[in-house]
């Protein structure tokens, strides 16, 4: 019965385990002693920080945004200067740490099938991709209803919603092909927090490793 459970293996293994991983945790954190405080700025010179970072990075952030951080369709690529919800140290800090969650809703019901095209073409020309001018003058009132108040008014995104800046040629989700399945079905990006799986010192490194990307 589960009386003697105490006495058992499994019980000394996990203690063993426990024990191991406590030791381990604080030889680690010794280990980080030298660097963990030094201002970012510093952080990112000192090449056994930016050595732990990439490892950090290798084992918990690569399966999504590829060993070389260049990201893929729908995981953004994090050596480029294009940041939806900020590219500062603090903003990379608060993005590994608590997650994010980036939703684009659908609006085809609210503007209709012509005004969604009117809209798409009106996004196409503010990023200079070829487009029905006529369709674009339609759809620029109604991006000022729909699509400014997170995306701006002049459409270069806002940070404090993670949206995207519309008038670069920078697509998450592929070509710009998808604004008109954006508009009509909406997106939807979750980026996992990390803080349940790494404690703040790793948080801190592997942060300081990304900001250092694209310094």
Known sequence: GMGNFKGSKE???INRFEANYQANTEARNKSFAGFINKPVEELVKDENAMLIGKRIFANNCALCHGS???GAVGFPNLTDDDWNWGGDFDSILTTVDGGRVGVMPAFAPALGEDGTKQVAAYVRSLSGINHDAGLA???QQKFGVFCAACHGPDGKGLDMFGAPDLTDNTWLYGSDSIIETAL????SGNMPAQKDIL???RIKLVAAYIYSLNK
């Open 11 to 13: 019980w000394t293994s």
């Open 68 to 70: 070389d951080a260049a």
């Open 137 to 139: 003058a339609e759809g």
């Open 184 to 187: 009509y079905e909406g997106l």
């Open 199 to 201: 404690d703040e010192n």
